[in-house]
């Protein structure tokens, strides 16, 4: 696979979707949870989608239970939390595994082509970040502790 446009995932109604919607865009792909420490990172989130999304720049939101059970909601729970606490309106998704037997292929993919601290694959916690770019090639790799406004700079280094 050379490139992210390969995949195809489901909305956060179940929906499938091709990532080459999003073919031609700036692109960061997080794993997210409603019940986590890093949870206020979705304001920030949010503020960066809003504030460079017409220079086409999308954050993609994939919720994901599989560190400490800090997503335990359906989908519909799930983005009426962001909506109501902190008013996301960037496109959020069904929940993935993101490691194991049953991970995502997006971000088996994700993973492999940005490795983490001491070039491992998994992805240790809630609110990893992958930023892609236009071609739909994988840039960098943020950990969790890494808030949205920290990365701004390499994100409008390749809008």
Same mark, same amino acid.
């Given at each position: 696979?050379?490139?992210?446009?390969?995949?195809?995932?489901?909305?956060?109604?179940?929906?499938?979707?091709?990532?080459?919607?999003?073919?031609?865009?700036?692109?960061?792909?997080?794993?997210?949870?409603?019940?986590c420490g890093f949870t206020p990172q979705l304001k920030?989130?949010?503020?960066?989608?809003?504030?460079?999304?017409?220079?086409?720049?999308?954050?993609l939101g994939f919720p994901c239970n599989q560190f400490g059970k800090q997503e335990p909601g359906?989908?519909?729970?799930?983005?009426?939390?962001?909506? +109501?606490?902190?008013?996301?309106?960037?496109?959020? =998704?069904? !929940?993935?595994? %993101? @490691?194991?037997?049953? *991970?995502?292929?997006?971000?088996?993919?994700?993973?492999?082509?940005?490795?983490?601290? +001491?070039?491992?694959?998994?992805?240790?916690?809630? =609110?990893? !970040?992958?930023? %892609? @770019?236009?071609?739909? *090639?994988?840039?960098?790799?943020?950990?969790?502790?890494?808030?949205?406004?920290?990365?701004?700079?390499?994100?409008?280094?390749?809008?």
């Amino acid at each position: 696979m050379t490139n992210i446009y390969q995949f195809s995932v489901k909305d956060i109604d179940s929906n499938p979707i091709s990532m080459k919607t999003f073919e031609g865009k700036t692109l960061l792909i997080v794993n997210t949870a409603s019940e986590c420490g890093f949870t206020p990172q979705l304001k920030g989130l949010e503020q960066l989608y809003q504030q460079y999304k017409n220079k086409g720049f999308v954050v993609l939101g994939f919720p994901c239970n599989q560190f400490g059970k800090q997503e335990p909601g359906s989908e519909k729970e799930i983005a009426q939390f962001c909506e +109501l606490n902190y008013q996301v309106t960037f496109p959020l =998704f069904s !929940k993935v595994d %993101v @490691n194991g037997k049953s *991970s995502s292929p997006l971000f088996e993919y994700l993973k492999s082509e940005a490795k983490g601290i +001491l070039g491992t694959e998994s992805i240790k916690w809630n =609110f990893t !970040k992958f930023l %892609v @770019n236009k071609e739909g *090639s994988v840039v960098e790799r943020f950990a969790s502790k890494d808030k949205p406004e920290s990365i701004e700079k390499s994100i409008t280094a390749i809008l």
